[in-house]
């Protein structure tokens, strides 16, 4: 089966192009240095040509407000449009656990404005909603810095690695469109303060993480269990311990 696997040379998209061909599909990785753009459309149709399903794991490379509102509409605007004259039976894309829960976050009204363009659209689709990757702790802390401290409320999250997500999208993409959403999660529930405290002192970062209750996470506000998947999640397998002695551990993604 052709699969096109939009933003397919970012941290999730190679890792699930190599695990599509690793199962026999014929997997493209499309982005713009593969000469694909979806916020300009160049690309998309001679890419979508002869495929059965999209997998869109984009990222805006901007995360200012207006930027990844402006990011994600026009993207999945073209995306869709693209994927309805190229005949595609299945379009995946991936989200966010709790998106429809942090509306006061700039980033994520526009994931939700990108939600909301593929369940209108007429085409039967999957959105997968994943917990925080491991890679992305340290970009967590990154962008919760009040002075030169680490602010982090102490609620609960189930974060996983970024294979297990790749692993997940992967499977989803091949089932059948379930035209609603699927949540996928990590193994363990931790604190987040006490989670990226400890990833920061696996990198030798000294930076001291305080509990704060009122710290935002990317601009909105946490309840316990906002970032938290429901009992259906599908679970991965690999715990926080393990993947801290795999080499992905050893290269922190940026913020
Ligand atoms: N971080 C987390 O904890 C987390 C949790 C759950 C879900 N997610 C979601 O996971 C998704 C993927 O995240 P990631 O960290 O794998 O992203 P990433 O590593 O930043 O990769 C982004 C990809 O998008 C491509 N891209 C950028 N602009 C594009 C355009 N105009 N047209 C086509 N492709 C474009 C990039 O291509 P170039 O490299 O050529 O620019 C790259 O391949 C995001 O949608 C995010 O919301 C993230």
Request: charged share 20%; aromatic share 6%; no cysteine.
């Amino acid at each position: 089966m052709k699969i096109v696997v939009i933003g397919g040379t970012g941290l999730i998209g190679s890792k699930l192009v190599n695990k599509l061909r690793e199962h026999g599909h014929e997997a493209v990785a499309a982005a713009p240095n593969t000469g694909v753009n979806t916020l300009t459309g160049e690309g998309l149709p001679e890419v979508l040509k002869g495929a059965s399903v999209v997998v869109d794991v984009s990222n805006s490379p901007s995360w200012e407000d207006s930027a990844v509102l402006k990011f994600f509409e026009t993207s999945t605007r073209n995306l869709l449009h693209s994927e309805a004259t190229a005949g595609i039976n299945h379009p995946v894309a991936l989200s966010v656990v709790g998106t429809d829960r942090l509306a006061e976050s700039g980033y994520f009204r526009a994931k939700i404005a990108q939600e909301k363009l593929i369940k209108e659209s007429s085409i039967p689709y999957t959105i997968v909603q994943a917990t925080q990757f491991f890679e992305f702790l340290k970009g967590l802390a990154d962008i919760s810095m009040v002075g030169d401290k680490v602010h982090l409320p102490p609620v609960l999250f189930q974060p996983m690695s970024a294979d297990d997500v790749a692993t997940g999208v992967g499977r989803i993409a091949v089932e059948p469109p379930v035209n609603g959403t699927v949540e996928i999660g990590g193994p363990e529930q931790f604190r987040v303060d006490e989670l990226v405290r400890r990833r920061l002192v696996s990198l030798k970062d000294s930076r001291e993480v305080i509990p704060d209750p009122n710290a935002r996470y990317s601009g909105a506000k946490l309840s316990e269990k906002t970032l938290v998947p429901g009992n259906n999640a599908r679970l991965g397998e690999t715990r926080f311990e393990t993947w801290l002695t795999q080499p992905a551990a050893q290269i922190p993604k940026a913020a």
